[in-house]
């Protein structure tokens, strides 16, 4: 058996982000990484622009080729662990290996949801994309079989991401997407509205309110779908795009509490002395709830790590809580969302929005007791950021509304010692 | 740490400061052919907010934990622990808008025609920054704090 | 509305190769001369508004722009010049009277032109200042007829005269009385930085010294004037000196006027007057109408700051000054200050200021031969002011007879003073002449201060290189001594009252 002070297990957001608090900590304490992914830490959300051809490999490192060798961590890439026993401080990895702990972190990711009764999801020619390696299959799978059409299943990030890929290899797409409008859960209405125009117009077909009810096979490989009223639509690929899970095989019966997620606290410790869990795999403070809850996004993860490393190191850092937020730019309109963006009726929240539809650019802001709580913008992103700092740091924009939906709203209007505290370059929250 | 500090009480509102960041991280290097034919596909990596008699330059804070390095996907943004400094490598830049969406400040921006996000790096190639040079009320000061 | 037969002052020409639409031009110009047109992506102007400030021409990045005085080509007469008509049509569109500000710009109005200086050659040695000591420190105040000496048992000896509180100056030159109201906070801030960085003082002129510049009394001359403005026991106390302000260069004989709109809080504070209400100096003061009752005025206030200030007494150089100065030092005043016909200001009636009053040359000539005359020059120091524009109009006039002179809109000019003469339209666009807050941002009081500290080091260094020139190597030895200026171009009867050779005598 080995062992080392630390264990990370995952080599992504949250991994990398533990190396470095751990290091900023502690610059020599012996640092053990394993991952079941073989490549060097790669940025995951690349994979689909690598399909589309806009990164190359080199292109999706996250990290330099020697980042490990420069923070001193020994890798163990291309190994999968199996299981975690607290009680003896080891992990257990899926070809025997045993590695002892002092202080461990799981950052395993989430893995993706595959739908229960799809006949035909696990033919050639369907693929779920999550990793390098898919994306690489993806790849050989299109020129194999000379596809030229395409179905993604779900209208989520993950899928329009996808979709973006599949275009700009030349396919014909089309998306399903089971709720009434694509990324129903991050965009509200108008929003989405103009992002399915902008998918339109790129040539993609948008189904919503459907679904697919079983992918149709040709000489044993997927040929296409069919959906729920009988309509069929030929597609040599499929794309199973309809969301991701915390990954939670490593850590049944361990003792370690779950519920969607490995449940997480402040300092990013689980219920179980030495362990410390970060980024999809967790389940940690959300910053407007105040609940734990699972948001599974690279700043989360990264920022997760880091605080857990610098704690599993003898640090003591508080995690403020995560802000479920993402931006995606799809056919060339971007679009960013963070927070409450479509808040139920009657709880008093308050809505603000400006759309011009002939520019596609649209604003909405989302308040509750004037603080802000949500926003969307399409279009003129720039300065989103400003926003996500006065959510973040919980600044009262009493009095600010208005000046907050204008186009060329800017620090100059924000309270002064919100205003103070990030130019002086202490971030949000010092 | 070098930081760039805005004199909010001496800036004038003349926005030299974005004509010749605009200028220094062009590819001719010169104000007329920068402006002719780089304006709109390149943008000053500096912004001069105005509200009534007041008025300020935001750029990059390089902030001692920054927001917009935790939520680079692709490591294109980067801090040096060393000098403390923000740095964005173009090359590695996608344009998924995570920093602009992140940066307290608003001081990213899209370079649009490039489709890459476009910062302040403090003129590291040429020594002081053209803002800090060339502000005509030195209200824009580059200041060392050592923390 | 009839049409208006007044045309524009100025020409801007800009550069359509070189402009690069980057709008400078449009945010700096206050008189809303330029403006952006987003349909057409062009900089348009309205040349009527233009005062030629040269703002926009100093900050275009490409030096795109081009400002150029436009004459209306009126039919050639000497007489009725074009400024003449167009003052009149000015004049008969609003019935008004014509406002100025700084100096009289009319043609003749220098004399210092017509004085030239002496340097030795092989019969009387030349001083090289780099190699030798040269003295330009001034002490203003009276000094005693005779001084008496004490000798202890050693038989060292110590002063027994008392001696009157005395002004130490490192160089000859202060600044002259600008008040906080006239400009800016920015640039009475620079100037009061620049004196105390350089050994010298600054004025507050009539406006009051706002508590924020009390760290700067020990630099400053606070003035009381007609309006009485900001004077209190504190004011007079945090100062240097006490200087009574009875007249102005630029405007004699009249009174001054800072409109409502100019009286902000600060300015409210310092004048302690009402916010928005208007600040009026009268013409004259209301309790001096005499020599007597100057006295009681430069009595009380030497009572007030208990004999340890000097107290200075301001006048407009006007027919009589020389039998005014001789009163003025018998009322017991310390310092007799006389601003000349060129003295500038931030407005004043145009007829006044380029009719009323003499040449500070001639006036300064004559106070000086008047005290002496009267054996009682040592009782007062005379400062000189109005319109001094290098270190040869300052050694010109320290020969002729003044301690020190005092410089305004050299000052200003350093400060980046353009010399528009629209200083009462309170739209500066460099900053100093106004109170807008989104143009007195633009002077930034540490360069202020450091560019009215180098023009300071630059004259001093000038003038000491003049003296050495004539072999005098302390500031002392230049007073009053004619015999190094020589007159050129001037009547007998102008040599006789400058009290100066003609040039080959
Ligand atoms: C296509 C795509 C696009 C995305 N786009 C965005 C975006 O635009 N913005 C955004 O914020 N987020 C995006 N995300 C989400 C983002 O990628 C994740 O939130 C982030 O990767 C989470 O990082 P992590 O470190 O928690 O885990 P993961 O990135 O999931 O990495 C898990 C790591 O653990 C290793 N691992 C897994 N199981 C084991 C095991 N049993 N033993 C050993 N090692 C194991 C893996 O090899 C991997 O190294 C996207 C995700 C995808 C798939």
Redo the contacts with the bound molecule.
């Keep these: 058996m080995t062992s080392t002070k630390y264990l990370i ?9 533990c190396v470095e608090g751990i290091r900023q900590t502690d610059p020599t304490g012996e640092i053990t990484l ?4 073989t490549e060097h ?1 790669y ?6 622009y690598l399909l589309g051809g806009k990164v190359d490999e080199a292109g999706m490192a996250y990290r330099p080729a020697d980042f490990y060798v420069q923070q001193r961590v020994k890798t163990m890439l291309g ?4 299981k975690v026993d607290p009680a003896a401080k080891t992990v257990t ?2 070809d025997g290996q045993v590695i002892g702990y002092e202080k461990l972190l799981i ?6 949801i595959t739908p229960p009764n799809l006949p035909g999801a696990d033919a050639p020619g369907v693929f779920t ?3 390098w390696g898919d994306a690489r299959a993806i790849e050989q799978y299109i020129a194999a079989n000379d596809v030229k059409e395409a179905v993604v299943i779900g209208g989520g ?2 899928g329009l ?2 979709v973006e890929a599949l275009t700009a290899r030349g396919l014909k797409v089309t998306v399903l997407e089971l709720a009434p409008r694509i990324l129903a859960v991050t965009l509200d209405q108008d929003a989405s509205d103009l992002l399915a125009g902008a998918l339109a117009s790129a040539g993609v077909k948008l189904l919503t309110n459907t679904t697919a009810q079983r992918v149709d096979l040709e000489n044993g490989k997927a040929a296409g779908v069919t959906l729920p009223d009988g309509q069929k639509i030929a597609a040599g690929l499929v794309i199973l795009a309809i969301g ?1 899970l915390p ?1 939670l ?2 850590v049944a019966g361990s003792g370690i509490a779950t519920e969607r997620g490995i449940l997480a606290d402040e300092r990013l410790a689980t219920n179980v002395e030495g362990v410390y869990a ?5 389940q940690a403070l959300e910053l407007l709830s105040g609940e734990r809850r699972s948001i ?7 920022r ?2 880091f605080i857990a490393g610098v704690n599993m190191a003898g640090g003591d850092k508080v995690y403020e809580g995560g802000l479920a ?4 730019e799809i056919c060339g309109l971007a679009t960013i969302s963070a927070g409450i963006t479509s808040p139920p009726e009657g709880q008093g929240y308050q809505v603000l929005t400006k759309l011009d539809p002939k520019t596609k650019n649209y604003r909405k802001l989302v308040l509750k007791d004037h603080h802000l709580v949500g926003y969307v913008l399409v279009g003129d992103v720039d300065r989103a950021g400003i926003i996500t700092g006065l959510i973040k740091g919980r600044v009262e924009v009493k009095g600010l509304e208005e000046k907050l939906l204008a186009p060329d709203f800017g620090l100059i209007s924000l309270p002064a010692m919100h205003r103070e505290r990030v130019t002086a370059g202490l971030g949000v929250w010092s | 740490m070098k930081r760039i500090v805005a004199k909010e009480e001496y800036c004038m509102n003349c926005r030299l400061c974005e004509v010749y960041c605009l200028v220094s991280h062009s590819r001719s290097k010169d104000l007329i052919k920068a402006f002719r034919q780089e304006r709109g596909e390149i943008v000053p990596r500096i912004t001069v907010e105005r509200l009534g008699p007041v008025s300020f330059a935001v750029q990059c804070r390089h902030c001692d934990e920054p927001a917009c390095v935790e ?1 680079c ?1 692709t490591g294109a943004l980067h801090r040096d622990p060393a000098t403390g400094e923000v740095t964005h490598d173009p090359q590695r830049c996608v344009g ?1 808008w ?1 920093c602009v969406m992140v940066c307290p400040t608003g001081a990213i921006r899209r370079d649009r025609n490039g489709h890459v996000a476009a910062k302040c790096d403090l003129c590291l190639e040429t020594g002081t920054p053209a803002c800090v040079a060339n502000c005509p009320n030195e209200a824009l000061v580059i200041e060392e704090d050592n923390d | 509305m009839s049409k208006r037969l007044v045309q524009a002052e100025f020409n801007v020409e800009r550069d359509p190769e070189r402009c690069i639409q980057c709008q400078v031009c449009v945010r700096q110009c206050s008189n809303q001369v330029h403006a952006y047109d987003a349909e057409s992506d062009q900089v348009t102007c309205d040349e009527a508004s233009c005062v030629g400030c040269q703002r926009c021409a100093t900050l275009c990045p490409t030096n795109a722009l081009t400002i150029k005085k436009a004459p209306p080509e009126f039919a050639p007469d000497n007489n009725w010049t074009s400024d003449v008509i167009q003052n009149i049509y000015r004049q008969a569109e609003t019935g008004g009277v014509l406002l100025s500000a700084m100096g009289n710009d009319t043609a003749k109005v220098s004399w210092w032109d017509n004085i030239l200086l002496n340097a030795s050659q092989v019969t009387n040695p030349s001083i090289d200042p780099l190699r030798e000591p040269m003295e330009l420190t001034t002490f203003l105040g009276a000094k005693p007829n005779a001084v008496e000496l004490n000798f202890d048992d050693q038989g060292g000896p110590s002063l027994a005269t008392k001696l009157a509180p005395q002004l130490v100056l490192s160089t000859p030159i202060m600044f002259s009385a600008m008040s906080y109201g006239a400009i800016s906070y920015n640039a009475f801030e620079s100037l009061a930085r620049a004196a105390g960085q350089y050994g010298t003082f600054a004025n507050s002129g009539e406006g009051g010294l706002h508590k924020d510049f009390w760290p700067h009394g020990p630099n400053m001359i606070v003035q009381v004037a007609s309006g009485r403005f900001g004077v209190d026991i504190d004011y007079l106390k945090v100062a240097a000196a006490v200087e009574i302000k009875i007249g102005q260069g630029a405007k004699p004989g009249i009174g001054g006027h800072l409109p409502g709109e100019k009286v902000d809080e600060r300015i409210s504070q310092t004048r302690m007057i009402p916010v928005g209400s208007d600040a009026i100096s009268p013409a004259p003061h209301h309790d001096i109408y005499s020599i007597e009752d100057l006295r009681q005025l430069i009595y009380s206030l030497k009572e007030a700051t208990r004999y340890q200030k000097p107290i200075s007494v301001k006048i407009a150089a006007v027919h009589n000054v020389a039998a005014i100065a001789s009163g003025i030092v018998r009322a017991g005043a310390d310092i007799v200050a006389i601003d000349g016909y060129k003295g500038g200001t931030g407005a004043a009636p145009t007829m006044i200021r380029n009719n009323v009053g003499i040449p500070i040359e001639f006036a300064l000539a004559a106070v000086d031969d008047r005290l002496r005359q009267e054996g009682i020059r040592n009782q007062a120091s005379v400062v000189a002011c109005g319109g001094f524009r290098s270190s040869a109009d300052v050694v010109k006039a320290i020969a002729l007879g003044a301690d020190a002179v005092y410089i305004g809109t050299a000052a200003l000019v350093a400060l980046g003073c353009h010399l528009c003469q629209k200083c009462y339209t309170g739209k500066c666009n460099w900053g100093i002449a106004t109170q807008d807050p989104y143009l007195t941002r633009r002077l930034n009081p540490e360069i202020g201060a450091r560019r009215l500290v180098n023009l300071l080091r630059g004259w001093s260094h000038e003038i000491k290189e003049m003296m050495g020139g004539m072999g005098i190597n302390a500031i002392e030895s230049l007073r009053g001594n004619r015999e190094h200026l020589r007159g050129v171009g001037l009547s007998d009867r102008e040599l006789s009252i400058l009290g100066i050779k003609a040039a080959g005598e």
């Design positions: 297990i995952g080599n992504s957001a949250a991994g990398v982000g394993l991952a079941k992914e830490a940025s995951r959300p690349l994979i689909t190994v999968e662990a199996a990895c899926a950052a395993n990711g989430g893995k993706p994309f999550t990793t990030l993950i991401k996808s991701v990954d095989s490593l970060a980024g999809d795999v967790a599974p996004i690279w700043p989360n993860a990264y997760q790590g937020m993402n931006s995606v | 939520a996907m998924c995570m």
